[in-house]
């Protein structure tokens, strides 16, 4: 039996499909609603979360693999309280009760953003030393702080590894998460700015997990991301594949100041979701390079979808749901 958290996610989703597709057999948290396709049906849901650990001991009995997706995504500082609480106490929870039902091995996904920092062109790697700063996201402390809460279990007998996908590409809910950056190209968002990173397609992401998940690797992490992109070049490219107009206005420091301190006092007063924070000011502002070599040498049959490939793909898909 697999055990499987944030299962509703765009992550979880895309694994779950793929793992009843092999034939297994899983189960898998969800808390509100149980997706209305097709291989949903094939999965044994147990509806709670991961701050449950009486309901976790029940839902892990007699599973042989773990892979824990479940996380709150957010560049929100509002939801910093909640990152820690769900990331790192969940994760706790989550490798204690392994660690108390049989040991099943254990896949944690983290997080490129709990990573060291390398702002001067030198590649980020998985051996990047974490240094406290202030470019650090709250979402990506909350990850680092979960990674540690896997590491020790680790060193307590616990079969784990931790991936870190850059940012992921793919079709889920379009107006959340890295999904809706989909519906800002299709909305020909004019603004760009001089910052990139990684991406990945998530179908890349599965198939590592997995791939992995079959190995006898423990006690590492792995980088899991296609290409390093300019931020401009990933809406250029999306807005083409739209046959959109693509990002036409440079967004000075200046301007991205005041832009996300206007969206902070806008969201105080309607209470709604930001959709620029100082966290993605900064993060908008510098390209940060992640190298992807170390799974590439683990799986040498293993291979990356090229970024242009993967928003063609979905930017059909998006497009054939708006039309």
Known sequence: MIFVTGGTGLLGSYLLRDLVARGEKVRALY?????????AK??????????DPGLLAESMRDVQQVYHCAAVVSFNP??????????VEGTANIVNTALENGKPRLLYVSSVSALGRKYNGEPVSEASKWEEEKYHSHYGRSKYFAEMEVWRAASEGLDAAIINPS???GAGNWNDGSSAIFKKAWEEFPWYSEGGGGFVDVKDVVNAMTALMETDIAGERFIINAENWP???LFT?????FGKRPPHKKAPPAIIALL?????MRCFFSGSEPVITKETADTAQRMVIYDNT????LLPGFCYTPVQQTIEAYCREYAAGNN
Request: charged share 35%.
């Open 294 to 297: 170390k799974l590439l040498k």
């Open 237 to 241: 490219q999306m807005a083409e594949a």
């Open 78 to 87: 509002r939801k910093r309280r909640e990152m820690m609480k769900v990331n």
């Open 231 to 233: 931020f401009r070049k």
């Open 260 to 264: 996300w301190r206007l969206e902070k």
């Open 167 to 169: 940012l992921i590409l």
């Open 42 to 51: 094939s999965v044994e849901w147990i509806q709670g979360d991961i701050l």
């Open 31 to 39: 808390r509100t609603v149980i997706p209305p396709a097709a291989w």
